[in-house]
T-cell receptor
Framework: KAGVTQTPRYLIKTRGQQVTLSCSPISGHRSVSWYQQTPGQGLQFLFE???????NKGNFPGRFSGRQFSNSRSEMNVSTLELGDSALYLCASSPRTGANVLTFGAGSRLTVL | GIQVEQSPPDLILQEGANSTLRCNFSDSVNNLQWFHQNPWGQLINLFY???GTKQNGRLSATTVATERYSLLYISSSQTTDSGVYFC????????????FGAGTRLAVHP
């Protein structure tokens, strides 16, 4: 059974640009959640999607957005990139929303110059 | 919101030693997971353990939900155990919103 797949694994952008990251969950999993990891703030929840609906959102500005498609694949977008957006972005999938095991992908490492 | 505290922040061991990592949380939780983050950044799920005790090889975990803490035991440590261990919890109605502790950085030397 394939795991959670995130693409791209590494990317470099410049300030002001936008970026789109993709996450393919484990087959059959309908919940996808996103996390940001930085040395200063640690691991922080961005948002969670279940059946194409955003169910929960963390404390991030509106520049951070996401969506989920009918096949449960998810994308997150960051617009008008800032230096502080440099981070490891991790995606996790689970069969349902709430109180169950989350399986993480390998992450997308974004560097903003 | 729920606060998660992990201790110790850093741990250095000789190969073969045993260790206990602790996670304290401030409120009732529906979900508690322990993860190991490898050097490439991937979070590997070790245990899903909102309550009770589980064992998997040299690792075991115990969560005492009524006292709001969880322990991760590593026995006969190996160099491959090195990395960062995170405890993460989800509060009621959390919709898979995990709140992570700051982690315990473990270094196992041969």
């Amino acid at each position: 059974k394939a795991g959670v797949t995130q693409t791209p694994r590494y990317l470099i952008k410049t300030r002001g640009q936008q970026v789109t990251l993709s996450c393919s969950p484990i087959s059959g999993h309908r919940s996808v959640s996103w996390y940001q990891q930085t040395p200063g703030q640690g691991l922080q929840f961005l948002f969670e999607y279940f059946s194409e609906t955003q169910r929960n959102k963390g404390n991030f500005p509106g520049r951070f957005s996401g969506r989920q498609f009918s096949n449960s694949r998810s994308e997150m977008n960051v617009s008008t990139l800032e230096l502080g957006d440099s981070a490891l972005y991790l995606c996790a999938s689970s069969p349902r929303t709430g109180a169950n095991v989350l399986t993480f992908g390998a992450g997308s490492r974004l560097t903003v110059l | 919101g729920i606060q998660v505290e992990q201790s110790p922040p850093d741990l250095i061991l000789q190969e073969g030693a045993n260790s206990t990592l602790r996670c304290n949380f401030s409120d009732s939780v529906n979900n508690l997971q322990w993860f190991h983050q490898n050097p490439w950044g991937q979070l590997i799920n070790l245990f899903y353990i909102p309550s009770g005790t589980k064992q998997n090889g040299r690792l075991s975990a115990t969560t005492v939900a009524t006292e709001r803490y969880s322990l991760l035991y590593i026995s006969s440590s190996q160099t491959t155990d090195s990395g960062v261990y995170f405890c993460a919890v989800e509060g009621p109605g959390g919709y898979n919103k995990l709140i992570f502790g700051a982690g315990t950085r473990l270094a196992v030397h041969p």
